[in-house]
Structure formats: C-alpha cells, structure tokens
C-alpha cells in the first residue's frame, strides 16, 4: 500500500492508515519514524508488527522512544547513498547499547571497516564507517556477538 500523495508527510495520516488498513510492516527514514512515534495516533498502530528504517542514522533515542511508543520489531539497515542499495541489517533491541549499530552484511555481501590508512579496523569497539564517496561519522559496526 502507498499512501495517498504527500501523506507520507503526515505522521496523524499515517497513523489512521495504518491502523484501519491493518498494515504489519512499514518503512520509514528516521526523521519521519521520528514524527510519526510522536504522533498520539500512533500507539493505536497495534497491527504494526514490523518496522523498517533506512536511509539515514537511526538515533539510539529514536530507537528507546520507537519502543515505547510500539511493540513492533525495528530494522536498522544500511547502504551507502552512492549505491542506492542496503547492504547491512540489524534487529534493533534494548541491549545497553548506547548507539545503534548498521548491523551485518545482508546475503551475498561482504562489508569491510577500514582505518584512516585503508588497513582493516581490528577493534572490537565501535568505528566510523566511510563508503567510497561519503563519510558516515555516525554510523557504527554491530561488533562481534
């Protein structure tokens, strides 16, 4: 389902779509995630099992208050914008990070963290992440498991 032109600016909109549509999984850019847990209408989306966000950082405080505001599952993915592609995944969850992280490679994709010298980034702690053409301060590796 598409929302009506220039619905997907209008979190109160969203909200009553997606609950008399019965929508289960949504995607968003995190700013307009952002509007939309704000939007009072929004708790009323108890259909919404599923919630997909890609396109630019996801604060960790979008992520606390997307929690409390819904019992969704949320996807953080990434890829770089020069590529138009997700390229990692991540299952956000309440797990004392304080960041959240881009997650791993999707299938048939390898991802690499490099140091300022192009030299594999062997830390386990969290690392800027630069594509050919963008630099992403914000983003972070997931680490090891």
């Known amino acids: 389902m598409h929302a009506r032109p220039g619905g997907h600016r209008d979190p109160a909109y969203l909200a009553r779509l997606v609950s008399a549509e019965r929508i289960t ?62 390229v990692t995944a991540w299952r956000c969850r309440d797990d004392g990070r304080t960041v959240v992280p881009i997650g791993r490679p999707i299938a048939n994709m390898q991802t690499h963290v490099l140091d300022r010298r192009g030299h594999p980034y062997r830390s386990a702690s969290p690392a800027s992440c630069t594509s050919a053409a963008w630099d992403w301060p914000t983003a972070t590796t997931a680490g090891p498991t």
Not at 37 to 50: H, I, Q
């Open 25 to 86: 999984t949504a995607h968003f850019v995190p700013s307009m995630l952002q509007a939309f847990v704000e939007e009072p209408l929004a708790r009323g989306c108890t259909g919404l099992t599923r919630v997909i966000c890609s396109g630019e950082a996801l604060p960790y405080d979008l992520q606390t208050r997307f929690f409390s505001v819904l019992g969704a599952e949320l996807h953080n993915l990434y890829g770089p914008t020069e590529a138009a592609v997700d």
